[in-house]
């Protein structure tokens, strides 16, 4: 028996929804390549599970945030094209190399130190250069793109396949920030026309939706692959087709009767008020349970929403059952994040109570939960 299988606490990844999701994002973008985010684990769903399906749909460039996650992929069978979309440095040059991964670069001294080493490997690289239009994190500014691109292609071994920028500010109500951006896109478009630049490329998920004019010869969508919104503040009304593909379960592992005025779990955050009925799950923090949300969201059990009661602990975790008692059993499964009859726990609900994102919900859960592959109304039990 695999550890997975007789793992109580999985998510289950439903490829069903991830292909439909892609069908929606390519509707928007024509024959455009979508070039599929699955950086930091896929935003937590599995970076393996997803690349070979998307694969499978026949998407082969991925972009994933430094060496080690494309090398991860790679080690794993996965023969795509990688973009490295966070900084590198010179002493990731050699595995970029040796990879042939395509690292997003903004300094001379990445650049030389690529250079260098495809002259030592006897290769060829392909870049991406980084221009900041306005994100203000990384990358070049857009007036000094034409000498750095020059100084690029006076080394050997570089070929700049792509110029790419990024939105900070694309999934708000507000689009004139974006639209700012896109006329400064356009710009160092014009002026590097005659260079030989084959993909330019600018639009994350939020663009994909709402800025049209942002799509260029390629896409990077990250969060709504996986079913998710970029924001609350969208204005494309097809936002709302998304399905969540991700769905995370537990099962109960204990049950017990507890009387009024009784403390639970750790610094007895929580009294009963009344006598009790409590059931504990074998999830908490270590699986990426936010310990913040402690006494402030409910699970479903049976199609009901129960109340989670005192502090999330590392590996366990109380609700409150009461309102099952009589129907509730050993066993049951849990729905933490996913639908169970006409309820839903969505991770936008979870995220909302913790003053953060979607993002970092699905992101967050931990490796030492299983990423189960799904198809249609399949949890893979
Ligand atoms: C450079 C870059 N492109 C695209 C994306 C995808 O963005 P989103 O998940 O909002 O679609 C990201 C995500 O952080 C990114 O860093």
């Known amino acids: 028996m695999s550890v997975n299988s007789i793992r109580l606490t999985k998510t289950y990844i439903h490829l069903d929804r991830l ?58 069978g996965v023969q795509a094209t990688y973009i490295v979309l966070s900084e590198t440095l010179p002493d990731h040059s050699e595995a970029l190399v040796t990879h042939g991964f395509e690292p997003t670069i903004s300094t001379p001294t990445m650049a030389e130190s690529l250079s260098r080493e495809t002259a030592k490997a006897g290769k060829q690289i392909s ?3 980084k221009v900041d239009t306005g994100m203000g994190r990384v990358g070049i500014h857009p007036n000094e793109v034409k000498p750095f691109l020059e100084h690029c292609q006076s080394l050997g071994g570089l070929r700049v396949r792509g110029l790419m920028s990024h939105f900070p500010r694309a999934d708000e109500a507000d689009k004139s920030f974006s639209l700012e951006q896109i006329e400064r896109f356009k710009k160092v478009v014009k002026e590097t026309k005659g260079y030989g630049i084959e ?28 079913g998710l919104r970029p924001s609350w503040e969208m204005t494309n009304p097809r936002v709302g087709e998304l399905e969540p593909i991700l769905e995370w379960k537990t099962r109960i592992v204990f049950l017990k009767e507890v009387p009024a005025g009784r ?31 402690s006494n402030n969201f409910d699970l479903l059990v049976q199609g009901v929403r129960c109340p989670q009661v005192g502090r999330i602990t590392m590996d366990m975790t109380l609700i409150d059952v009461t309102a099952l008692r009589g129907i509730v059993e050993l066993g049951d499964e849990v729905e933490i994040i996913g639908r169970q009859g006409a309820e ?33 109304d399949d949890t893979g039990r």
């Open 127 to 129: 870049v991406h250069i």
């Open 19 to 76: 292909t439909q999701n892609m069908r929606l994002l390519q509707e928007h973008v024509g024959t455009r390549p979508l070039w599929p985010c699955i950086k930091a684990n896929a935003y937590g769903h599995g970076a393996e599970i997803v690349s070979r399906h998307l694969m499978s749909l026949g998407y082969h460039t991925f972009g994933v945030a430094d060496v080690e996650e494309g090398m991860a992929l790679v080690q794993a």
């Open 199 to 226: 993909m330019y490329h600018l639009a994350n998920s939020a663009a994909i939706f709402d800025l049209p004019d942002s799509y260029f010869n390629a896409v990077r969508p990250g969060i709504s692959i996986y």
């Open 344 to 376: 839903e726990v969505t991770a936008d609900e979870l995220a909302g109570k913790l003053g953060t994102i979607n993002y970092e919900i699905v992101t967050c859960i931990s490796h030492r939960v299983p990423r189960v592959p799904c198809a249609a």
């Open 263 to 293: 403390g639970l779990s750790y610094g007895h955050a929580f009294h009963t008020k009344r006598p009790s009925l409590i059931a504990t799950i074998p999830v908490g923090y270590g699986d990426g349970l936010n310990r913040n949300l």
